[in-house]
T-cell receptor
Framework: GAGVSQSPSNKVTEKGKDVELRCDPI?????LYWYRQRLGQGLEFLIY????????KSGLPSDRFSAERTGESVSTLTIQRTQQEDSAVYLC?????????FGSGTRLTVV | DQQVKQNSPSLSVQEGRISILNCDYT??????FLWYKKYPAEGPTFLIS?????DKNEDGRFTVFLNKSAKHLSLHIVPSQPGDSAVYFC??????????????FGKGTLLTVNP
């Protein structure tokens, strides 16, 4: 497709459940970023993938968060044992020369 | 500690007038700055950027000004149009020449342009 695709667009989950968020990047975007935006906050960096290099996981808030990406393909962000503070819009972006192309995000609500 | 600050959560202007959105940063290692625009239920889209070697960059109705000594940048929209109503995010990077374009974002400013 022409843009970055994220699924699901909305997810409501019970506290303690695991969730998996998916990002389909644009072909050719070797770098992929995950950010999240909690209510009233800016975009918060989570993790960065660049080709086959080791990912930069410095933004992951806890060990309940993990992400995978194989090569330049789909990335998945997994949150285990979700907590209410995990509620946010999770955004994925493909990057070339500092120009981010964002997906529409996944709105996660933990109840 | 917020390294990129947008102190005005909202701004309202009349159609045809100038909109000025402000952004301050604290990290002197930042050398590349961007503005993104976000409509509801959509991801942010790139609007305009500026490198620290410049103090102004213009693209149509949009101009970004950078004052490095004050660690301040601003986005001017002239003339403002109702379709400009959106949340505007200021972002900064400290590695414009490298391969890791990790951006630090502000909290955003909601611009409303009234007809």
């Amino acid at each position: 497709g022409a843009g970055v695709s994220q699924s699901p667009s909305n997810k409501v989950t019970e506290k303690g459940k695991d969730v998996e968020l998916r990002c389909d990047p644009i072909s050719g975007h070797t770098a992929l970023y995950w950010y999240r935006q909690r209510l009233g906050q800016g975009l918060e960096f989570l993790i960065y993938f660049q080709g086959n290099s080791a990912p930069d996981k410095s933004g992951l808030p806890s060990d309940r968060f993990s992400a995978e990406r194989t090569g330049e393909s789909v990335s998945t962000l997994t949150i285990q044992r979700t907590q209410q503070e995990d509620s946010a819009v999770y955004l994925c972006a493909g990057v070339t020369t500092a120009r981010y192309t964002f997906g529409s995000g996944t709105r996660l609500t933990v109840v | 500690d917020q390294q990129v600050k947008q102190n005005s959560p909202s701004l309202s202007v009349q159609e045809g007038r100038i909109s000025i959105l402000n952004c301050d940063y604290t990290n002197s290692m930042f050398d590349y700055f961007l503005w993104y625009k976000k409509y509801p239920a959509e991801g942010p889209t790139f609007l305009i950027s500026i490198s620290s070697i410049k103090d102004k960059n213009e693209d149509g109705r949009f101009t970004v000004f950078l004052n490095k000594s004050a660690k301040h940048l601003s986005l001017h929209i002239v003339p403002s149009q109702p379709g400009d109503s959106a949340v505007y995010f200021c972002a900064a990077s400290g590695n414009s020449g490298g391969s890791n374009y990790k951006l630090t974002f502000g909290k955003g400013t909601l611009l409303t342009v009234n007809p």
